[in-house]
């Protein structure tokens, strides 16, 4: 029940899988390891100054990726009651995408209360003290990213590499891509298609052949181990996936470098 729910706490997702909705809307942010989730029918990684947002009565599925640590920030419907402008401004923090990334500066602040939280689980007050912070930096973090878009945007993409670099023997969603460069998933399509000309699937997967003929020519993995290396679901997947791509099978350009 809403009564019964802390404004805020640190815990781990089981790593099965799980579904559920709730009458009051929630902030998660990624701590430590990932966390998997779909909010309506749209699922994304969220890993350390990661997060989603999960509106009221919405079906959301999640379940926890190894060893992983999230925050959870909760927004019962009764807290917003009777607080003057806290709905209105709870409507605008939840009328943008689901899932973001925060800066370097947000991140800071959410390992140093997300510290004090873990020392004092009890403390009701500083738990609500540390929610409102969060949601005020959540804020001024949507807003401030507007700003530089209304002169046009360049995508950096050694940023973007980086990122694809670190996950790439995971799943990596267009939401977590824009995510990395503080960008709304529809306006980062738009903008990669237009600077790459290709789409960001379509990208990510380049880099994954690219990473895959660099393991066949330089490594003693098989194909099993290179496959789930550079993302794949599966062997299979893998050698037909690079067959179609290059026109010859991993197999037999391992052979022929």
Avoid: W
């Avoid at 009565?57 to 640590?69: A, D, I, R």
């Avoid at 912070?133 to 995508?155: K, N, S, W």
């Amino acid at each position: 029940m809403a009564s019964e729910l802390k404004h805020s706490q640190v815990m781990a997702l089981p790593n099965h899988p799980s579904l559920h909705a709730h009458d009051y809307r929630q902030v998660v942010i990624g701590l430590q390891g990932q966390t998997e989730f779909e909010l309506s029918g749209r699922g994304s990684l969220v890993g350390p100054g990661q997060g989603c947002l999960v509106s009221e009565s919405e079906l959301h599925s999640f379940s926890g990726v190894g060893q992983n640590e999230i925050l959870v920030i909760n927004l019962p419907s009764p807290v917003l009651v009777g607080e003057l402008g806290m709905k209105d401004r709870m409507d605008r923090l939840f009328d943008r995408d689901a899932y973001f990334q925060l800066d370097s500066q947000a991140q800071t602040l959410v390992k140093a209360l997300t510290t004090e939280m873990i020392a004092n689980p009890h403390d009701e007050m500083l738990g609500r003290a540390c929610a409102d912070t969060l949601l005020c930096v959540m804020e001024r973090h949507f807003r401030d990213q507007i700003a530089p878009r209304r002169h046009g945007h360049r995508l950096n993409m050694d940023i973007i590499d980086l990122y694809i670099r670190k996950h790439i023997s995971r799943k990596i969603s267009v939401a977590q891509l824009a995510g990395s460069v503080f960008l709304a998933e529809s306006q980062f399509h738009q903008l990669f298609k237009t600077q790459t000309g290709v789409t960001p699937h379509q990208y990510v997967l380049k880099r994954r052949f690219e990473m895959a003929q660099e393991l066949l020519c330089n490594s003693q993995l098989n194909l099993a181990q290179i496959s789930d290396s550079c993302g794949f679901a599966s062997q299979s997947g893998f050698t037909s996936a690079f067959t179609r791509y290059f026109g010859i099978s991993p197999s037999r350009f391992r052979q022929q470098h």
